[in-house]
């Protein structure tokens, strides 16, 4: 009776702990689906405006400009990125688009650089979205009083609170005036603090404006990682026009940067429920007929040039185009080639390493027939005897060791004449594989006998006793020339000399701010 009610509560158990499984089970999976469903209702279609943006590799045109904007002041365009201002004081640039903007939601991305050889910079860059172009302006290159928002990346500090580099959002109705010497915290709708001078990878920023919210996300370019964004700032309920112009603009003040800007990419966001208008529709009838007319002008001309060619070079006509990629056996033939470069090298190393210890022997040599003369002449004659002996053994294995030194320094000579020809029938014509196989072989093994007799006479100048006799002299040591009390007087003259460095660097950091 006792065992049929454990089982029967053990069965109960069983079920419970099954049922409360399977509620949590379902209710998780609901949960997923209803915040993926919503997830994708409220992720926005996200397509490419290239009238709106620009990247390298190829930025600039033959002229200078910018396909699409328009640059002024001391802006450089290249190929790869646009030199806002380059590090030298009183600098100002901007760059804007040509065609206004007429989107209810956008994204831009922002890649860019600023970098100086100070800790300190001036004054720094700015992203813009506003009903007129502000070509030039005290606003970080820009006019002020615009109509629109603006974002900030705010090198220097102004104000003296220590809060830059800061990225700041301000607003304007075309009425407000920027409160330079706060650094417009008074007026930020938006900020936050990011270091973004002198990073190992190019800065991005990411700012979108999406039913009416406008976010900015910031990359500190630590990483390659081009997704690896962080929040910066977030303002709701922001109005701003549908139609405008992009543009970026920077400064240099007293202190100066090197403001580059490499990408920027405008998407435009379409609500999922709304479908993007089509391409054709955005085109003027007008503009689509003026680009047409220069795509033909512009073949035309190509043909002319084709022709004037043909002509100009009539034995070119019909022949192929070479191909751009190296096939397998000039890949072969190339590592071959650097192969022996590699070998050729070392064999002058240890060529050059075979002349010092020729020379090293040779001073040897000398050194131990003039002691033999001299003691030849002062010792008695038992004494002398031994000596003599054992200075003519010593002798005679320095002669050993300078023949053999001399066989491999012309053995060297003949491994180089001998990668010399390999190179030179290299260079006249490919050669073939089974006689590169036949001489690097050849060269392994001459490389390998060179090794084995370097190693026999290191081993035998090593046991061979005859050492211990010549000694060079021990240089004696040298007396102590600095006391202690001028040590301590030179330590307290150089740190004087230190900190009024320091107080000399710090005038002259507070003397470069600048003023407005």
């Known amino acids: 009776m006792a065992v049929s009610i454990a089982q029967r509560r ?36 996200r397509r490419f405006e290239y009238k709106y943006s620009f990247k390298g590799p190829h930025l600039s045109q033959t002229d200078g400009g910018i396909p699409f904007w328009i640059h002024t002041g001391n802006t450089i365009p290249s190929a790869d990125q646009v030199r806002i201002t380059p590090s030298l004081r009183s600098q100002r640039g901007t760059v804007w688009t040509k065609n206004k903007v007429n989107f209810e939601h956008w994204e831009a991305e922002v890649t860019f650089r600023v970098s100086g050889r100070g800790r300190m910079g001036a004054d720094g860059l700015a992203v ?25 990346f705010d090198s220097f500090d102004n104000d003296g609170k220590k809060n830059n580099p800061a990225i700041l959002v301000v607003g304007n109705n075309g009425n407000l005036v920027y409160d330079h010497q706060n650094d417009g915290t008074t007026q930020a709708l938006g900020t936050c603090l990011r270091d973004f001078r002198n990073k190992p990878y190019p800065v991005r920023a990411k700012i979108t404006y999406y039913k009416k919210t406008l976010t900015v996300m910031i990359n500190n370019g630590f990483t390659p990682d081009k997704e690896d964004y962080e929040f910066c700032t977030k303002i709701d309920n922001m109005v701003i026009p549908n139609d405008g112009f992009f543009g970026i603009s920077a400064a240099t003040g007293g202190l100066a940067d090197d403001h580059d800007v490499l990408s920027f990419l405008l998407f435009r966001l379409t609500e999922p429920g709304q479908q993007p ?6 085109i003027p009838k007008e503009e689509k007929d003026k680009y047409q007319e220069e795509f033909q002008n512009f073949q035309q001309e190509l043909d002319k040039k084709k022709e004037e060619f043909q002509k100009e070079h009539p034995d070119v006509q019909g022949e192929p185009i070479e191909d751009l990629y190296e096939t397998v056996n000039d890949r072969e033939i190339r590592q071959v080639f650097e192969g022996q470069n590699r070998i050729h090298l070392e064999i002058k190393q240890l060529h050059r390493q075979l002349a010092m210890i020729l020379d090293e022997q040779r001073r040897y040599v000398s050194v131990i027939t003039d002691e033999v003369a001299k003691k030849g002449t002062n ?32 053995s060297f000579y003949e491994s180089l004449k001998q990668i010399g020809s390999v190179q030179h029938q290299g260079n006249a014509g490919s050669m073939g594989t089974y006689e590169t196989i036949q001489h690097f072989n050849d060269l392994k093994e001459h490389l390998h006998t060179v090794r084995r007799d370097v190693e026999h006479l290191v081993q035998r100048n090593a046991q061979n006793p005859a050492e211990k006799i010549v000694k060079c002299p021990e240089v004696p040591p040298m007396p102590s020339c600095l ?3 001028h040590f301590a007087i030179f330590i307290v003259i150089q740190s004087i000399l230190f900190f009024c460095y320091i107080m000399y660097k710090s005038q002259q950091e507070a003397a470069a701010k600048k003023f407005f």
């Open 277 to 282: 208008p089509p391409v054709e529709s955005e």
């Open 10 to 45: 053990a069965a109960t158990a069983r079920v419970l702990i099954l049922t409360f499984l399977t509620t949590l089970i379902v209710h998780c999976g609901v949960a997923d689906t209803s915040a993926g469903a919503s997830a994708s209702d409220d992720a926005p279609h």
């Open 379 to 410: 010792t008695e004659s038992g004494q002398g005897d031994s000596a003599s002996q054992q200075l003519g053994s010593v002798m005679a294995t320095q002669q050993e060791v300078l023949k053999n030194l001399n066989e491999l320094r012309n």
């Open 128 to 152: 813009w979205f506003t009903t007129s172009q502000g070509l030039d302006g005290p606003v970080y290159g820009a006019a002020d009083q615009w109509n629109g928002v603006g974002i900030f």
């Open 483 to 485: 006391s202690t009390v």
